[in-house]
Structure formats: C-alpha cells, structure tokens
C-alpha cells in the first residue's frame, strides 16, 4: 500500500504513531560536530518531520540504538545483582537501506554467534520495526551498490521525502491503521541504483592465512593513528569491552557496564600480565579488514561491510575502506558473484 501526505499531515500521524512508538531517526546537533561551526548527525528521539535529517548522511549509525555506546548490565549492592527497569516501547527507527542490512549483521553477532542469545541486546531489538528511507542518490564515499545492500526488503515501513510531501509505502499491517483514511497510491520505496566509489569484494576462498602478512599492511601501519572513528561510526562494528565500577561512597554498591571498543583503538587487545596484541597500527587494519569481508563472509553467507562509506567519510588521515578492499582483492582474486 502507498499514500501520498502532505509534510502537515505527516506530522499529525507522527503524533499518534508516538502514543505507541518511540520514533528515532538522525537528527542533526546543531554546533555538535568537529568544530564549533560544524554540525552532528545522529540518531535520537524526533517528533515532526521537520526533526528528522534526510537530505545528509548521518554520521553515526542506527545501531546506538539497541547497541549502546554505554550500557549499565546490571547494578550490584551487597550481595544482590539487580537488572535496570527497562522500558517496554516499541520504536521506528528511520534508516536507509544499507543500515537495514547493517542491523541484520549485527544480529548475527549478538543473536547467532554462539548457542547463547545476548539478552540485553534482544530485549531492545525485540521491540525495534525499521522504517526505511529512500535514497534516491547516492552519498559521498558510499560503495552499497558494490556490497549488495542498496536495496532492502525487510521493513515495516518505506518514505521518500520531497520538499512539500512525502510518499509513504507500508508493509507492516499494523501501521496501516495509521493510514487508512488517506487516499491509497502505486508507489515503492526509492533505491541508490549506482555509486561514484565502485568496490570489488574478494573471494574468501581464494585468501591464504600467508596474506594476513602481506606488505600491503605496512602502509597502513604509516598512516593510521589509532583514533577509531572508523570503528565507532560503522554500523556494524559490535565490540565491546565490561567495566564493573563500585561507587566511592559505598563500595558495596556498583554497576557492570558495557562499553564500545574498537580494534583500532590503543588496549583493545591487552591482557593480564601486561600481554597486547596487534600494537602496530597495520595489524589492526588487517585484522578489521580481514574480519569485514573475510571471516563474517564465511560464517555468515555475506560480507560484514555494507558500504555505508562512514569509515572514509570519517578518517582523519584520509585513509580509504573502500580502496583497501579493492586492494586486498586485486592481491587474492575477485568474487564471482
């Protein structure tokens, strides 16, 4: 089913659909970016359509919001572990196509990784439904077309924006109630057909373990400082490190957190004793590289990067996913597709 609103009555649906929903979608900090003259883009709570950021690239992903970047497991006092109420509200998260893809790797990770479901991170996608943003161009430094994650199937809800309206495709019967005294249109959701940034994967089964030590590395041991923009902006990095924190006024009394790391990031491979892995800078990007289109690839069926381009849009040294990519495979033999 599609409908066509205008921008007003759009606004009116979005507040019935928050009697129900908590709706999120990238919104842009004013002043929040790099510098005080710069803007951030990220994803938080939205109430109009006046709110939500569709014409730029959000800078951080989607997945803050069932992955967060601190998240208090359990508080501890005394000899009694108590579990944070956690709220019971569905939410739409707006997003494009690639992101959809992305929260489907990160699934993966927490969900089909093991015998055991992560509980903290099912509570919270349980309750999420996608809506899917059309992009009916492609961004800077995005390479989706490439990844095969241009095109999305599993939302709830589909829109394209225009200046005035806004035509709305809708999947889940559920939020056709929402709609069901507008006029009924053809329409579908709009896809990115073709990128400036073209990728070609490698075949993981052409990659001997002899390649992790290829020279290519050592560049990238040059160039990279360890800041881990890359891993905190990309949508499918998922890892994390646990903190348990007892409070100076009572130490009997703490919390466990989690907390976001990243393996280009200085520690993220210590261990006692004073033992670290991977402290040149290379290794790292071979170690995250291999693990994007390498590893994930074999266990999972597709490749972890999903071309969103985050990653080059925020190096500071300028250094390149996508032609490190292009790089690996021009060395180890392209995927026959």
Known sequence: ???ELSNAKFDEILV??????????PFKVKGGGRYSDTDNIKYKKVKT???IEYRQKSMFSAKEVVFPATETLFHIQNDEV???????KKRLVFLRACDIHAMDRVDNIFLKNGLIEDPYYKKKRDEVSFVLMGCPKSFENCFCVSMGTNIAKEYSMGIDFREENVKVEIKDKSLAKYFESQNEIPFETSFVLENDTKVATPNPENIDPSFF????????????IGCGRCNFSCPTCSCFTTTDISYDDNSEVGERRRVWAGCHVDKFTDMAGGHSFRNDYGSRMR???MHKVYDYKKKFGDHMCVGCGRCDDRCPEYISFANCINKVTEKTGKEVL
């Open 82 to 88: 108590i579990e944070p109420v956690h709220t019971s």
């Open 1 to 3: 089913m599609g409908y």
């Open 213 to 224: 030590n290829d020279e290519m590395w050592e560049d990238y041991a040059k160039r990279c």
């Open 49 to 51: 359509l006046n709110d």
């Open 16 to 25: 019935e659909l928050s009697k129900e929903y908590e709706i999120l979608a």
């Open 287 to 289: 170690y995250k590289t």
